[in-house]
């Protein structure tokens, strides 16, 4: 894991402003879809989906979770298309997850908690995992990252 860490850093240090070599990695822990439901609405269980999982979250980082942050991501066995890779963390889909998540890591290190609109973080974070799979030939599963892009920028700032 440390050595797909680094490259995706490296990755982000290629294909943006952030520098990223010097950059301490967060701790990466795996989880099934209703641990990471769960952590993702700690402190507000009443929101929880019925079934126990919301299927919208993939993965989350907390900047102030442990020394140097942490993601919480879904194990990869989980993502589409894992069943098709031996190492399931091979697969593109969920690299470009854990990507997202480093993007951020990369985006507080340089005081994204200072921007005025914090959403601006998600539109970029999106943008570089569009372009990641891309570079990689792999088809985008979101469907339209322009509407997503849209939607983040549009802060009253």
């Not at 907390?62 to 989980?78: H, M, V, Y």
């Not at 098709?84 to 889909?93: G, I, K, T, V």
């Amino acid at each position: 894991m440390d050595a797909l860490i680094d490259l995706l850093l490296d990755w982000i240090g290629e294909n943006s402003a952030y520098q990223t070599s010097d950059l301490e990695p967060p701790a990466v822990v795996e989880l099934s879809p209703k641990e990471l439901t769960r952590e993702f609405y700690y402190g507000r269980a009443h929101l929880i989906p019925e079934d126990g999982v919301d299927d919208r979250v993939n993965a989350i980082y907390i900047a102030n979770e442990g020394p140097d942050g942490t993601i919480f991501i879904l194990s990869p066995e989980q993502i589409d298309g894992a069943e098709n890779f031996a190492d399931p963390r091979d697969n593109p889909l969920w690299r470009e997850i854990l990507l997202h998540e480093l993007v951020h890591h990369a985006q507080h290190d340089h005081g994204a908690e200072t921007w005025t609109c914090i959403s601006l973080s998600e539109s970029e974070a999106y943008q570089m995992g569009g372009t990641f799979l891309k570079q990689l030939n792999v088809p985008d599963p979101m469907k339209d990252r322009t509407a997503s892009d849209k939607i983040y920028k549009s802060c009253d700032g």
